[in-house]
């Protein structure tokens, strides 16, 4: 889960779904205001740019 906060203050919570390399990823926008949800699909390179951050996250944690 992940919450974006804009520069007026807004907040929203974003899903991200990392599949495997060969399967689409995607984010799920969720709008609990007004019960809405929505997927977007992610584009390959960035998709693989947070399975790297993912890794560096495990790597630290596991240096704990």
Same mark, same amino acid.
Request: net charge negative.
């Given at each position: 889960?992940?919450?974006?906060?804009?520069?007026?203050? %807004?907040? *929203?919570? /974003?899903?991200?779904?990392?599949? $495997?390399?060969?399967?689409?990823?995607?984010?799920?926008?969720?709008?609990?205001?007004? %019960?809405? *949800?929505? /997927?977007?699909?992610?584009?390959? $390179?960035?998709?693989?740019?947070?399975?790297?951050?993912?890794?560096?996250?495990?790597?630290?944690?596991?240096?704990?």
């Amino acid at each position: 889960m992940i919450e974006i906060e804009y520069d007026d203050g %807004k907040k *929203e919570k /974003l899903q991200l779904w990392l599949n $495997e390399e060969s399967q689409t990823s995607f984010v799920k926008k969720i709008d609990t205001l007004n %019960k809405f *949800e929505s /997927l977007f699909t992610i584009p390959d $390179e960035l998709a693989n740019h947070f399975r790297q951050l993912v890794e560096q996250i495990e790597e630290i944690d596991n240096s704990k």
